[in-house]
T-cell receptor, first 112, second 113 residues
């Protein structure tokens, strides 16, 4: 089954404790992206990747890092999480030239 | 910069039509989209329209695009309780293959039995 998976689905952590949210897709898509969803703000892009080892900042990249060492994986790293990073995070992937993005189920992160 | 705006909430009775509205600012948008988010799930592409089209119909869904007013609407005919979800309007930011999406804030549709 074609899908985008994220882990964990739920995470509660404390300020300053490094964490990684994983994202994996099995559709051989070149493009991958991370979004955060906050009430009243819709989805905002954090980082995206055009292919292995090629990444670029989205609209809200501060406090986040990403890497793309393999085509299928695109982890989101929070080196020192803060409470304002409490949010619902979505990973998406899509094929170059295609208008449809495929979304993972989301990761709800709470930073206390 | 680009901006996409939607009303936050819509409540309709089962069997009625729903109309969800969206306005955008980027006149160079190539594609405009409607994504659906069901509770506890990710977003799924519902339908899309090219910027050179005025209308697109797909079963119970009708998308209308008014380029002059930069207004997009989604009409759901014979709305069912299973249509209760958040609906996001989005536009493509670029002409190239990256297809970066700019999302609105989402409209929560509640269908009353």
């Amino acid at each position: 089954e074609a899908q985008v998976t994220q882990n964990p689905r739920y995470l509660i952590t404390v300020t300053g404790k490094k964490l990684t949210v994983t994202c994996s897709q099995n559709m051989n898509h070149e493009y991958m992206s991370w979004y955060r969803q906050d009430p009243g703000l819709g989805l905002r892009q954090i980082y995206y990747s055009m292919n292995v080892e090629v990444t670029d900042k989205g609209d809200v990249p501060e406090g986040y890092k990403v890497s793309r060492k393999e085509k299928r994986n695109f982890p989101l790293i929070l080196e020192s999480p803060s409470p304002n990073q409490t949010s619902l995070y979505f990973c998406a992937s899509w094929k170059g030239g295609s208008y449809e993005q495929y979304f993972g189920p989301g990761t709800r992160l709470t930073v206390t | 910069g680009e901006d996409v705006e939607q009303s936050l909430f819509l409540s309709v009775r089962e069997g009625d039509s729903s109309v969800i509205n969206c306005t955008y600012t980027d006149s160079s948008s190539t594609y405009l989209y409607w994504y659906k988010q069901e509770p506890g799930a990710g977003l799924q592409l519902l339908t899309y329209i090219f910027s050179n089209m005025d209308m697109k119909q797909d079963q119970r869904l009708t998308v209308l695009l008014n380029k002059k007013d930069k207004h997009l609407s989604l009409r759901i005919a014979d709305t069912q309780t299973g249509d209760s979800a958040i609906y996001f309007c989005a536009e493509s930011d670029r002409m190239d293959s990256s297809y970066k999406l700019i999302f609105g804030s989402g409209t929560r549709l509640l269908v009353r039995p």
